[in-house]
T-cell receptor
Framework: EADIYQTPRYLVIGTGKKITLECSQT?????MYWYQQDPGMELHLIHY???????EKGDLSSESTVSRIRTEHFPLTLESARPSHTSQYLC????????????FGPGTRLTVL | RKEVEQDPGPFNVPEGATVAFNCTYS??????FFWYRQDCRKEPKLLMS???SGNEDGRFTAQLNRASQYISLLIRDSKLSDSATYLC???????????FGKGTTLSVSS
């Protein structure tokens, strides 16, 4: 089992609130990713990081922002949540050595009312 | 051609059946390919990696056809516990991230 954690697992919040989704891994992986997945749909990459102080936007435009101040921590923030942000957010980290194997956290299921 | 394309299914098969999924990809330079399994409302988990012509792990066999740019996943002697969505995954053109297919849903019944 991979050591990658996400909190909270479930979040129901009102429109306009600022939220931060936490993701941490204890494997020392340099690469970390955030995906968004609606029920029954494919994963969409919204952010990724190749190491400390490195962040990039993914293929799917997102109003969220990320930071990478520590290797093990990659939080995602929404400044003002809206119902359109309702989705599942999955964090992943990648092994070293170019194998491209990604390990996923359990996800945060966000509902914005 | 889409970066990664899969038949969404669902594939409904009885226990013990052999089932195969295909996935086509557009990045001819890709060197690594993956099949992930995702259970309902759970995170994806790596099932198999494919770096050369194929890979076999128990009842699961992945095969790569570079000329036609597709990879397949064969499941023999299907179990009820194999019911899940199987995601085909390929690196993007820039090599900066993985592209996940929409997945093929398998339902194994008794």
């Amino acid at each position: 089992e991979a050591d990658i954690y996400q909190t909270p697992r479930y979040l129901v919040i009102g429109t306009g609130k600022k939220i931060t989704l936490e993701c941490s891994q204890t494997m020392g992986h340099d690469k970390m990713y955030w995906y968004q997945q609606d029920p029954g749909m494919e994963l969409h990459l919204i952010h990724y990081s190749y190491g400390v102080n490195s962040t990039e936007k993914g293929d799917l435009s997102s109003e969220s922002t990320v930071s990478r101040i520590r290797t093990e921590h990659f939080p995602l923030t929404l400044e003002s949540a809206r119902p359109s942000h309702t989705s599942q957010y999955l964090c992943a980290s990648e092994t070293a050595g170019g194998t491209d194997t990604q390990y996923f956290g359990p996800g945060t299921r966000l509902t914005v009312l | 051609r889409k970066e990664v394309e899969q038949d969404p299914g669902p594939f409904n098969v009885p226990e013990g059946a052999t089932v195969a999924f295909n996935c086509t990809y557009s990045n001819s330079a890709s060197q690594s390919f993956f099949w992930y399994r995702q259970d309902c409302r759970k995170e994806p988990k790596l099932l198999m990696s494919v770096y050369s012509s194929g890979n076999e792990d128990g009842r699961f066999t992945a095969q790569l056809n570079r000329a036609s740019q597709y990879i397949s996943l064969l499941i023999r002697d299907s179990k009820l516990s194999d019911s899940a969505t199987y995601l085909c995954v390929v690196p993007n053109q820039a090599g900066t991230a993985l592209i996940f297919g929409k997945g093929t849903t398998l339902s194994v019944s008794s």
